[in-house]
């Protein structure tokens, strides 16, 4: 077996030692931390788990006994080591995220880089890296007052690994997020551990998160009650969305749900406008990286929930990779954006028309987009079927027949390939219309 990474040996924690209101926070503690590992060190709120994470980190000088991290004992290194530590060593993420408020995503992330007197390319190549890779690049030059509580979560991870700390540290990260987030968050620290070999050692009150630890620490009153090893981590949960049961949805979804076989009663609210980007994106995209698709996705999500304009995002899908952006051409761009504008232009008109006016305004759409020649009785043959899809009276395979249908068995008399791209053109439309 390796040596530990980290050794505490016979720790204890005094606070005003001596004194009437001197509390004993650790008392003997004795814990050994291996490379590679993902350990949790759990217990009630006061147990004393986030003093001995701290002290394990260096930020708490033990009363007695040491603490020894990569072979080195914290009470005899320099300040100046311990400022090395500090910096490359290990990562720190907390409950409360202590994200500048002044600085912007992206000059928070590259904040610790800063302190090593990296120049700013260097430092701002590496910061987009990594929000690039948790999905928030797209975020770069907010602040952190105007993201969510788990965006900000995502950005301090990102910080504390800006410098490539072997060891992250995270007392309670998931405390203040909501369930989704929480977990989006737990995820990204079992992929640290799994993908990056790093060493995670996870302070957490909550049971729900101990299926993730190849190690548990359970701690009550200052000790070290019990250790346990998960010999198999338990696979994550797939996401519960409680009191929502098919047969209660409406029609609509119903219809939405066959087509889009991926669409999940876990995606309905909320979660609708991220499976709403990734399926606009599918549907017009299919030439490009796997990087470029996934930038500009999370670029269409901002979009889609009103948080940038299509210039902007016209923009940032023209800027390059390294600067945050998808790393499109121009004529790429502007042609993705006007089919996007296009889709969710009509989606949004087809609210507030009635049917007819809304059969007519897809039918006029579809025979601009796919070039159709068609008279007027052709028109409102095609816009009946539409209507009859409006109304859910059809979904979208029996949309497809009808237009593929020949005119003399009262169908449209496409060709079946064109009938088959309009029908999976409306079906977008139908799912860009849903809220």
């Known amino acids: 077996m390796n040596d530990p990474i980290i050794q505490v040996e016979h720790l204890k924690v005094i606070y005003n030692k001596g004194k009437q209101n001197e509390v004993r926070s650790l008392f003997d503690v004795s814990v050994k931390i291996y490379p590679k590992e993902y350990v949790i060190i759990y217990g009630p709120s006061g147990c004393g788990k986030s003093t001995l994470l701290y002290s394990m980190s260096g930020l708490q000088a033990p009363t007695e006994g040491q603490v020894t991290v990569e072979g080195r004992n914290l009470s005899q290194i320099s300040k100046k080591d311990m400022v090395e530590l500090h910096q490359v060593g290990i990562g720190m993420v907390f409950q409360a995220f202590y994200l500048i408020a002044s600085l912007s995503v992206l000059e928070n992330v590259c904040l610790p880089k800063v302190f090593r007197g990296e120049s700013k390319k260097e430092r701002q190549e ?177 979009f889609l929930f009103n948080n940038i304009d299509a210039e902007t995002m016209f923009k940032d899908l023209d800027m390059k990779y390294e600067d945050g952006g998808a790393d499109w051409n121009k004529r790429r761009a502007a042609s993705f954006m006007e089919r996007v504008t296009a889709i969710t232009d009509l989606s949004r008109a087809l609210t ?76 977008i439309i139908m799912l860009m219309k849903y809220s």
């Open 126 to 302: 590496e910061g987009v890296k990594l929000l690039h890779r948790f999905s928030i690049v797209e975020q770069a030059k907010k602040f952190p007052s105007e993201l969510s509580g788990g965006q900000r979560q995502r950005v301090s991870i990102a910080r504390s690994l800006v410098n490539n700390p072997q060891i992250i540290f995270a007392d309670e990260p998931v405390g203040n997020l909501d369930s989704e987030s929480a977990e989006n968050v737990m995820r990204i620290l079992k992929e640290l551990n799994e993908v990056d070999k790093k060493t995670i050692i996870l302070v957490t009150h909550n049971p729900d998160h101990l299926h993730y630890a190849d190690r548990i620490i359970y701690m009550k009153d200052g000790r070290v009650v019990k250790e346990e090893v998960n010999t198999e981590k338990r696979p994550v949960d797939a996401l519960k969305v409680p009191d929502v049961k098919y047969e209660e949805l409406s029609n609509e979804l119903k219809l939405l749900m066959r087509t889009f076989k991926n669409l999940s009663l876990a995606q309905i609210g909320s979660l609708m406008v991220p499976f709403k980007a990734n399926q606009l994106m599918s549907h017009i995209l299919s030439e490009l990286s796997r990087e470029q698709v996934q930038v500009a996705e999370s670029y269409l999500k901002e």
């Open 352 to 427: 507030e028309k009635n049917e007819t006016e809304s059969s007519e305004a897809m039918a006029k759409y579809l025979i601009h987009l796919f070039k159709l020649k068609m008279d007027q009785d052709e028109m409102r043959v095609l816009a009946s079927f539409l209507r009859l899809r409006l109304r859910n009276k059809i979904d979208r395979e029996e949309l497809e027949k009808k237009l593929d249908a020949p005119k003399k068995a009262e169908g449209a008399g496409l060709h079946s390939v064109t009938a088959e791209k309009i029908s999976r053109e409306v079906e």
